[in-house]
C-alpha cells in the first residue's frame, strides 16, 4: 500500500518570503500522479498543483512550484512571494495511475497536512 | 455550474441515529468518493463509485453504507451513529477515464455524534 508523509505539521512564513513544504512517499509503483491540496479555514479542498510521475519538468502554478525527485520519493511544494491568503493547511496526495481490475478507482492516498501560518 | 454540493453542511446526532448525506455533482463525472477528515490523519477514503451502478469500499468503510443513485448523486449512510464517526465528511468526483484527472472536493459536512 502506498503512504505519504508530511514530516512538518506546521511552518510559518513571512509576507512575501518563499516557503518549502516537504512531502515524500512510499510506492512500488512507477506511473503515479501527485498533487497538493489547499484547505483554507473554509474547509473546502482546493488543488494547488499536479505532477505526473512520466514527467520529469517540475509542475509550476504561479506562485507555486515542486520540486519532483522521484528516485528520492520526494514531491515538494514551494510558495514564492507568500500572501496572506496562502494560510491554510496543506495536503500532499499520491494516486495511482493503474484502475483496480479493469475499473476506475483512482483513490487519493493523502498526507495528514501541514499548517501554513503567513505573517505579515 | 456549482461544482460538487453536499448537504446538510453540519448535523448533529445522538449515539444510534441513523442519516444519510447527500452528494452531488454536475460536472457529469463518472466516479465518485466519500473521504473522512479526522484531526492529525489527513483524508481517508470511506467508500468510492468507480461508475454508475457500481460502489467499492476503501480504507474505513465500517459502519457506512453508500448508494450511487445515479450519475451525478453519491450518498452515504449512516445506519446507527457512533462517537468514533464524529468526522467531517468529504464528497469528491472525477472524471477516471481521462488520464491525469482531479478529484473535486464538495464543501464538506461536519458531524458531530452524541
Known amino acids: 500500500a502506498q503512504t505519504v508523509t508530511q514530516s512538518q505539521p506546521e511552518m510559518s512564513v513571512q509576507e512575501a518570503e518563499t516557503v518549502t513544504l516537504s512531502c515524500t512517499y512510499d510506492t512500488s509503483e512507477s506511473d503515479y500522479y501527485l498533487f497538493w491540496y489547499k484547505q483554507p479555514p473554509s474547509r473546502q479542498m482546493i488543488l494547488v498543483i499536479r505532477?505526473?510521475?512520466?514527467?520529469?519538468q517540475n509542475a509550476t502554478e504561479n506562485r507555486f512550484s515542486v520540486n519532483f525527485q522521484k528516485a528520492a520519493k520526494s514531491f515538494s511544494l514551494k510558495i514564492s512571494d507568500s500572501q496572506l491568503g496562502d494560510a491554510a493547511m496543506y495536503f500532499c496526495?499520491?494516486?495511482?495511475?493503474?484502475?483496480?481490475?479493469?475499473?476506475?478507482?483512482?483513490?487519493?492516498?493523502f498526507g495528514k497536512g501541514t499548517l501554513l501560518t503567513v505573517n505579515p | 455550474n456549482a461544482g460538487v454540493t453536499q448537504t446538510p453542511k453540519f448535523q448533529v446526532l445522538k449515539t444510534g441515529q441513523s442519516m444519510t448525506l447527500q452528494c452531488a455533482q454536475d460536472?457529469?463525472?463518472?466516479?465518485m468518493y466519500w473521504y473522512r477528515q479526522d484531526p492529525g490523519m489527513g483524508l481517508r477514503l470511506i467508500y468510492y463509485?468507480?461508475?454508475?451502478?457500481?460502489?467499492d469500499k476503501g480504507e474505513v468503510p465500517n459502519g457506512y453504507n453508500v448508494s450511487r443513485l445515479n450519475k451525478r448523486e453519491f450518498s452515504l449512510r449512516l445506519e446507527s451513529a457512533a462517537p468514533s464517526q464524529t468526522s467531517v465528511y468529504f464528497c469528491?468526483?472525477?472524471?477516471?477515464?481521462?488520464?491525469?484527472?482531479?478529484?473535486?472536493f464538495g464543501p464538506g459536512t461536519r458531524l458531530l455524534v452524541l
Open positions: 469528491a468526483s472525477s472524471e477516471a477515464r481521462i488520464r491525469g484527472e482531479t478529484q473535486y
Open positions: 496526495a499520491y494516486r495511482s495511475a493503474r484502475g483496480n481490475s479493469g475499473g476506475s478507482n483512482y483513490k487519493l492516498t
Open positions: 463509485s468507480a461508475s454508475e451502478g457500481t460502489t
Open positions: 460536472m457529469n463525472h463518472n466516479s
Open positions: 505532477q505526473e510521475a512520466y514527467k520529469q
